[in-house]
C-alpha cells in the first residue's frame, strides 16, 4: 500500500492557464477538456493559482451584463492552491480529500514545477484497484 504513488495515477499537464490569458481564452480551454479546472502557471512552471468553471462562470455573468469581457485570468484566479508532490502515497492524499474541499490537485515534482492533475476520481480508482489484488 506504501508505494502507491499518485504519480501513477494522475493525468498529464493537459490542461493549464497563464495569468495574462483572457477569461475568454480560459474558457476555450476549459470547454475543451474534461476537467473543471486548472493550475495557472508562471513562466517557469510553478503553480500560482486555479482557475476553474465557477471563476469563469462569474466573470462571464459579470460581462454579460456589460456586453463586454476584459478580465485576465489573474483577475479571477483562486490565489491559495492545495499542491502535492509526484511521491504522495495515494492513500495519504485520500485522507487530505476527505478534509479538503477540492476535486482536483496540481501534482509538482521535486523542483516544484507542474507535471500533472490528480482528481477524486483517479484516488478511488488506485484505492479499487489495490483493493482488487488483496
Not at 55 to 66: F, G, P, T, V
Not at 96 to 122: A, C, Q, T, W
Request: proline share 3%; charged share 20%; net charge negative.
Amino acid at each position: 500500500m506504501n508505494n502507491l504513488h499518485i504519480a501513477q495515477y494522475m493525468i498529464g499537464k493537459s490542461l493549464f492557464f497563464k495569468k495574462e490569458m483572457t477569461i475568454a481564452s480560459a474558457v476555450e480551454i476549459l470547454l475543451a477538456n474534461p476537467q473543471i479546472g486548472g493550475p495557472v502557471l508562471d513562466d517557469v512552471g510553478h503553480v500560482i493559482g486555479w482557475l476553474s468553471e465557477q471563476d469563469c462562470l462569474a466573470k462571464m455573468l459579470e460581462a454579460s451584463y456589460h456586453c463586454e469581457l476584459v478580465a485576465l485570468v489573474e483577475d479571477v484566479m483562486f490565489k491559495e492552491v492545495l499542491i502535492v508532490k509526484s511521491d504522495m502515497n495515494v492513500f495519504d492524499l485520500g485522507q487530505v480529500m476527505l478534509k479538503n474541499k477540492p476535486k482536483i490537485y496540481p501534482i509538482v515534482d521535486e523542483n516544484n514545477l507542474f507535471i500533472g492533475l490528480i482528481s477524486r476520481k483517479h484516488v478511488l480508482k488506485a484505492i479499487s484497484q489495490q483493493l482488487e489484488d488483496c
